[in-house]
Structure formats: C-alpha cells, structure tokens
C-alpha cells in the first residue's frame, strides 16, 4: 500500500513539473537559485547559515505575498531531509494541528525523521490553535515554519513567537523580478518585448508569484493569437490594466509635479498626480515615502498631526497593499495638501547642521555631562545642573550648548498654523 502511495506521489510529481503552474514550475531547487532576500540568503547570511548547518529551530516568516516564504519552508526540508507536511490556517483547525503533531511524532520515533510543518497565514489561526503546537514546538518534535503578511507581534501568540525566529521577507526589487521572468522565458523558451517585460515587472509591485502568472496570461494571450512574441498590449490585456508609460526622466518630472501639487495646497492636482504614478505602476511604497518626507519638509510644525497620517498611509501601504491603499494615500495627499505649510523643520535642521559642519563643535559643557557612573563626580560632570522637573513650571533657564554656540537660534517659527511665533522664546518655545 504504501509503495502504491509513493508511486502515485511520484507521478503527480512529474505530471505538475510538466504541467503545473508557471509559478510552481520556477519553484527554485536550491537556496542558490533563490532570487531576492541576500540580506538573509546571501553566503554566509544568517539564515542560510541555519539552514546549512541544520540548525534551523522553528521560525516565523514574515513578508509580502510572493517574496518566497513557501519556497523558503520547502528548502529547509529538503536540505535537511525532513518531512515537510504543508497546512493552511484558513482551512485547518486544532484537530488538524493536532494529528499532524502526533504524525510528526510517530515519524520522529519510527523513522528517526524530523518533520517541517509550514504553516501559510499562521496569522489566521486563534490562541487555542496556537497553543497546540507550543509543546512541540518547544520540545523540538517538529519544526514549525509559519508564514504571515502581518505584523507578528500583533498576529502570532506571544510564547510562539519567543520560541521561533523571525525573519522578515522583503518585496522582491523590479531587476529581480527581471531576472526572475528572464529565467522563466528561457525555460518556456519564449520571448517577450522589452517594453512588455519591463511593464509587468513594474506591476508585479515586488510579488514573484503575480510576475510569472501574469506572464504565463501573457504567453497564452500571444500563442492565441498567432505572435511569436508577447506583446505589450498582452501584458496589459493579462493584468486588465492599461500601460500609462513615461521614460524615467518623465518619472522624476511628475513625481516632482506631485509633490509641488502638494506643497501649494492644490489637492485635485495632488490627486490627479498621485492616480498618474499608480495607474502607471508607480511603486506605492515609493510615494508613500515622499509623503512621510514632504509632512515634516513642508508642513512641519504648522500641522504636526501631517506626520501621522502620512506615517499611517505608509503602513496601509505595507499591512494593506494595493489596491485597497491607494484610498489611504488619497487620504495622505488630500490632509497634506490642505494643511498649512511652514518649512521651519527644513530650515532649522539645515542652520544647526551648517554650524556643525563649519564650526568648532566645542565641549559638552561639564553640568550636561554624564554623571551616573563611579568617579564622575570628581571630574565635575553634572555639577551645577538643575532638574527641570523639579521647578515651578518644568523648566529653568540653563546652558545646553557649547559656549561658541550659546544664543544661536535655529529653530525660527513662520507663524503659519500652530507654527506660531512667540515674542518671547521660554518654557514652550524652546529657551537656551
């Protein structure tokens, strides 16, 4: 019976290499035919060193979706010869989890063969689900391998979570998922117009698994219809998208047009900027970054709340993804635009930075210096500091800059929005 199983295996094995999907088709083999992650896999990284040496305890990989975290599971029990069982929190329950570990057991004691139990969106299950593993995990029956695209700390048990590594996976970059279809043409033995490709890496927004499958849309699209090549117009028609197309001068020119848009106060255009970059596969991380830059360059202390809505829109854009997030950055660009502007955070960092650069730096002036350890008050560090805390008010006017700096002031309000100017600069407006 059991010899008929592993025949039967063997055969839907070959079947789904010849016939499968494109994407599971380029499941790499080898850690080495890995693409993206070096800062985990590269040699000599640390993960690739655990999984080489065999010293893999369990682990949480989080990340995007297709940035390899299945692949990842699969190599480590391939290279360490153990069995890999695969479950999904979406579909299994505490009585799944619960033979898997008594299998895993019974292997473990029959076989002397260790077992790898990749669990895709472990997020999903709930703290009793959880905690059924938590004995064997510790015990090191079995090593769990969990995947999620949440944050961890929020989603993943506290006790399961300090009993596995963590990894954090990132979106795969558009020149390795060139290198990926690239790859993936030559083994279809395909071909694809430059244009094309570079259109569906930029889509893809770091996600191996959308690029190939998009591709493989694509290369049935153009054999339908007789070309030898994929064509632009079939990248397009596979992802349902039209190709907004600008060179990477024109990239730099309209990213600059959003984010004047946005400094004058203009939303519609903010907006009609920020659908442009989207619609042409702008990565959203990518706005999202110069949203958080231009809330503290542009807005600044006229508006300090800016900064937290452009923070937020940056981690929808990373918990969320698209194309739910492209609402969050409207909400982002729609704030930014209508909120006063001061520039006074640009201006007052660039004075300080500018002394600094050109100027002696000059002591710690002796009653800031560090005073808690043995000996220090022989020296004089500390002596003659007040502690604010302990005056009428929470402040007291004292030195906190070197002598030749003294009485230069940085920091000069625009009087736009909260921004305020103060006539006399005490406790709430930044004394020296």
Request: aromatic share 4%; charged share 25%; proline share 4%.
């Amino acid at each position: 019976m059991a010899e008929q199983s592993d025949l039967f295996e063997a055969a839907l094995e070959r079947h789904l290499a010849e016939h499968g999907p494109l994407a599971s088709r380029m499941r790499p083999k080898s850690l080495d035919e890995m693409v993206g992650q070096e800062r985990l896999l590269a040699p000599g990284r640390p993960l690739r060193a655990l999984i080489e040496a065999d010293r893999l305890s369990s682990a949480i990989l989080w990340g995007p979706p297709g940035t390899g975290k299945t692949t990842l599971a699969q190599l480590v029990a391939g290279a360490t010869k153990k069995a890999f069982v695969s479950m999904s929190a979406v579909a299994a329950g505490v009585k799944d989890v619960r033979e898997a570990v008594d299998a895993a057991r019974r292997r473990l004691a029959v076989e002397g063969r260790g077992t790898v139990l990749f669990l895709d969106e472990v997020h999903r299950f709930n703290r009793t689900q959880q905690d059924a593993l938590l004995p064997s995990v510790e015990s090191g029956e079995l090593v769990l391998i969990g995947a999620t695209t949440e944050n961890p700390f929020f989603s993943v048990n506290g006790p399961l979570l300090s009993r596995s590594s963590l990894f954090r996976l990132e979106a795969l970059s558009e020149r390795e998922l060139l290198v990926l279809l690239k790859r993936a043409l030559e083994r279809e033995r395909a071909t694809v117009a430059d244009d094309a490709l570079a259109l569906l890496a930029r889509l893809s927004e770091g996600d191996a698994r959308s690029a190939l499958n998009g591709l493989e849309v694509a290369m049935a699209l153009a054999s339908t219809a007789g070309r030898a090549a994929v064509s632009l117009e079939d990248v397009e028609a596979a992802r349902s998208t039209r190709a907004l197309r600008y060179g990477e001068d024109e990239h730099y020119d309209v990213v600059s047009a959003f984010i004047k848009s946005v400094r004058g106060s203009d939303p519609d255009a903010g907006l009609y900027w920020l659908a442009r970059m989207l619609e042409a596969g702008e990565d959203a991380r990518f706005i999202a970054r110069r949203l958080v830059i231009l809330a503290s360059e542009d807005v600044g202390m006229a508006d300090p709340q800016s900064l937290l809505v452009a923070d937020a829109a940056a981690r929808a854009v990373e918990l969320v993804g698209l194309p739910e997030a492209q609402l969050n950055l409207a909400h982002a660009v729609i704030h930014l635009a209508n909120a006063p502007k001061s520039n006074s955070v640009t201006a007052a960092l660039g004075k300080a930075r500018s002394d600094v650069q050109e100027l002696a730096g000059g002591e710690v002036p002796k009653h800031l210096r560090d005073s808690h350890y043995k000996g220090a008050a022989r020296l004089g560090h500390g002596k003659g500091y007040v502690y604010p805390h302990g005056e009428p008010g929470g402040w007291v006017a004292q030195q906190y800059r070197p002598g030749l700096l003294e009485g230069r002031v940085y920091w000069e309000p625009t009087g736009r929005g909260e921004d305020l100017r103060k006539a006399a600069r005490g406790p709430a407006g930044g004394a020296s």
